[in-house]
């Protein structure tokens, strides 16, 4: 664990973590007098403070999700996990990050808020890892943490499971992968499996993508044991609430109809795109694994503008680099899908 060890922040590695009522006492009792809750239930029902373990949902993620339940921790969406990671890895005013743009914008912002660099490796013009170029940026900036998104947001794009290895092999620092959008990947390779090889290797999903309770807040960090008792002496005690871990229950103890969902939004994902490039404005839909579309067309602006006087909201992406032009449309329901197509249909150009 050395290996690891040496890239905590110091201030991190000495502290002594909270100790909250459920921490002290971990058995079941009749009468819990030792958190200073209410005794009275009411409606809602969550007058006690949640497990902070999570242990529950946390069964659940393994049984249904594969995810092992000794390496994992929750966190209030995967958002809080990015913030936990920075916080523990990167020192305040000296160390950096790498991502790969185009990608998830949080991870540049949570950089900003901990006073943190960001280096760029931007992929290749066809979207890609620029492999050579992350190798080097490795060696030049030594990054505490590579972010690496796949399926990348707003691209769709999935890198092959052999190119994150291979950064995960040469990175001495921390490799996270951020597989917010593997439900919606076909025989997804998740980099789960390689974790035990790679201990600095840490892999992040959420529940909010495809299983729906993006409202709730379930983030899932899965990592090496020492990592993720580092997350859990960070994090606040009680980060997922009673509500969001009944809202993860709910869903993982009925997956069938999240993944009836999922199939929906895979076939309707397959025609829309069909439809779409039919459009004389539309330039390329690039091939996407998840649940949006990248549509590059010849006025990403002016379509924006007028879908949304119509009352549809995309988002626009023209400014990324090598996204001149692409507006990232999320699948939605069959009638929202239809007033897109609708719309679309009466947009000329
Ligand atoms: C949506 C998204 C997340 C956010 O997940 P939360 O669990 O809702 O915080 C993380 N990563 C990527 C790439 C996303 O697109």
Known sequence: MKDIERLINPHILNMAPYSSARDDFKGEA?????????WFEGEVKCNRYPDPECVEVRKLLESVLSLPFEKTVLG????????????????YGKDSIMIMRPTYGAYKVFAATNNIEVVNVPLTPSLELDMDAIKSAIDKDKPKLVFICTPNNPTGKVYPLSQIEEIAKYNSAITVIDEAYADFAPNFESAVSLIDKYPRLCVMRTLSKAWGIAGARVGILVANEYIKSTV???????NVSVLAQRA????????????????????DRERLQCEIAKLPFVREIIPSEANFLAVRVLDADELYK??????????NR??????????????????ENEKLMEALLGYSK
């Open 76 to 91: 209030n969406g995967s958002d809080e996990i990015i913030d936990l990671l920075i916080r523990i890895f990167c020192e």
């Open 30 to 38: 009749e009468v819990y007098l030792d958190a200073n809750e209410s």
């Open 232 to 238: 859990v002496k960070v994090k606040p005690p009680y």
């Open 248 to 267: 993860a229950k709910l869903v993982l103890s009925n997956p069938e109809s999240v993944y009836s969902v999922r199939d929906e939004v895979l076939s």
């Open 306 to 315: 007028y879908l949304m006087e119509r009352g549809i909201i995309v988002r």
């Open 318 to 335: 023209t400014k990324e680099p090598f996204l001149d032009g692409v507006l990232r449309i999320t699948i939605g329901s069959k009638i």
